[in-house]
């Protein structure tokens, strides 16, 4: 028979990093869930990705046990890194902060390709370049695209 989901917590932590301080204490608290149980799971799996911001959805059931899914790094940090900027434009129209190839944009959309919201890799790289350009961030070469 299956649990009774109690609720559902996203958090946005550092791989390797998590701990019972703000904003992870608080959010899994209010929920019941043990802390430092938690803490110590997230820290084990992710030590291979440490430093990296990682999404992850906490599944919290009505007996307090949890179960974790760490997503994929989100694709702004991805650009960040592959464009080696502090961060991106606070004009992203007007001033451009630095620039990445099609190549790069094409391995952001493969590693993030199982989180987001499209079925063609095509799609995926579309959705990346446009977060690029909101960021300030230009995509050099050409298009592989036919438009």
Same mark, same amino acid.
């Given at each position: 028979?299956? !649990?009774?989901?109690?609720?559902?917590?996203? /958090?946005?932590?550092? &791989? *390797?990093?998590?701990? @019972? %301080?703000?904003?992870? &204490? @608080?959010?899994?608290? %209010?929920? &019941?869930?043990?802390?430092?149980?938690?803490?110590?799971?997230?820290? *084990?799996?992710?030590?291979?990705?440490? &430093?990296? #911001? /990682? @999404?992850?959805?906490?599944?919290?059931?009505?007996? +307090?046990?949890?179960?974790?899914?760490? +997503?994929? $790094? $989100? #694709?702004? #940090?991805? /650009?960040?890194?592959?464009?080696?900027?502090?961060?991106? %434009?606070?004009? $992203?129209?007007? =001033? !451009?902060? *630095? =620039?990445?190839?099609?190549?790069?944009?094409?391995?952001?959309?493969?590693?993030?390709?199982?989180?987001?919201?499209?079925?063609?890799?095509?799609?995926?790289?579309?959705?990346?370049?446009?977060?690029?350009?909101?960021?300030?961030?230009?995509?050099? *070469?050409? %298009? $592989?695209?036919?438009?």
């Amino acid at each position: 028979m299956a !649990k009774e989901i109690a609720g559902l917590i996203k /958090l946005q932590i550092k &791989g *390797g990093a998590a701990n @019972p %301080s703000p904003p992870v &204490g @608080p959010a899994l608290g %209010s929920k &019941g869930v043990n802390i430092m149980q938690f803490c110590k799971q997230f820290n *084990g799996r992710t030590q291979d990705m440490a &430093g990296k #911001v /990682l @999404p992850v959805v906490i599944t919290v059931y009505a007996d +307090k046990s949890f179960d974790f899914v760490i +997503k994929q $790094p $989100p #694709v702004a #940090v991805q /650009l960040i890194d592959a464009a080696k900027v502090k961060k991106g %434009s606070a004009e $992203p129209h007007v =001033s !451009k902060v *630095g =620039s990445v190839s099609w190549d790069q944009v094409k391995e952001i959309a493969e590693t993030k390709m199982a989180d987001m919201n499209c079925f063609t890799l095509e799609a995926a790289m579309k959705m990346v370049a446009g977060t690029a350009r909101s960021m300030g961030i230009t995509v050099t *070469g050409t %298009s $592989p695209f036919n438009n």
